[in-house]
């Protein structure tokens, strides 16, 4: 589904790589949790993979299609159509009501404004927000704002979601819950998931966890989950 091969990038100024040689390889249906303490190249893999960044040295393919090699206008197709993304804050737009807020990513890649709130309002409905539909983040608690995050990033049925501490400003039981959907919702469009967070209740839920460090997947950075063994091959 996914698949990084030696990926590097220095930021200008920077005295090491945030990103120093990733490979790494998401298979459809799988949750993969990316954990490290803070500045240890985490964000900045997750950047890679969605094409906001591109990278000095390496590759990065998207359902065999490389992602890295493309145009920006190619990489902006790209997360508009196959990428899904949902980070810590939400990232909602204060002033509009959920649904224009979820309708969003369908507009920009030119989807009729009918057809597009018909798809946001089942979007939302899918995340159990279905009577939430013309109500303002500001109105909505934390949880009910991140599954409306959610929603938006769903709506366009993404082959993968990359998602950047997307319970860090929740409580626990919260973000449980929304871990849940999002692991949830994602298997059952024969997606992938990639979670970048600190919370080890979260990294738990995965198939797989990579751990990093200084730039670099730590030694024992291919993990199984609790209940299960690691998948073969998937981190170099």
């Known amino acids: 589904m996914l698949e990084a091969h030696a990926l590097q990038l220095k930021y200008p100024g920077a005295e090491r790589a945030a990103v120093a040689g990733v490979d790494l390889v998401v298979e459809p249906e799988e949750v993969v ?12 893999l997750l950047h890679l993979l969605a ?6 040295a390496g590759t990065v393919h998207l359902r065999g299609r490389s992602l890295s090699g493309s145009s920006s206008d190619g990489r902006a197709l790209a997360r508009r159509r196959e990428i899904g993304m949902v980070f810590q ?12 807020d979820v309708m969003l990513p369908l507009l920009v890649d030119g989807i009729r404004r009918g057809e597009a709130r018909r798809r946001a309002t089942a979007a939302l409905e899918s995340v159990g927000l279905g ?12 949880g009910q704002a991140q599954r409306v995050a959610i929603a938006r990033a769903l709506v366009h049925e993404p082959s993968v979601v990359l998602a950047d501490e997307p319970t ?4 626990r039981a919260t973000g449980t819950a929304v871990m849940d959907l999002l692991v949830s919702s994602v298997r059952a469009r024969g997606g992938a998931l990639v979670v970048v967070t600190h919370d080890e209740q979260v ?7 990579v751990a990093m460090l200084d730039g670099v997947v730590s030694p024992a950075g291919a993990q199984g989950s609790a209940s299960g063994a690691p998948r073969a091959a998937s981190v170099r």
Request: contains cysteine.
């Open 33 to 44: 949790a990316v954990t490290g303490p803070s500045g240890c190249g985490k964000s900045t």
């Open 51 to 56: 094409g906001v960044l591109v990278p000095d």
């Open 89 to 100: 804050d939400g990232r909602l737009v204060p002033e509009l009501p959920a649904v224009e």
């Open 168 to 171: 860090g400003a929740l409580d």
């Open 203 to 209: 990294a738990a839920v995965a198939d797989r966890r």
């Open 131 to 142: 009577e939430l539909t013309g109500r303002r983040p500001t109105k909505m608690s934390g």
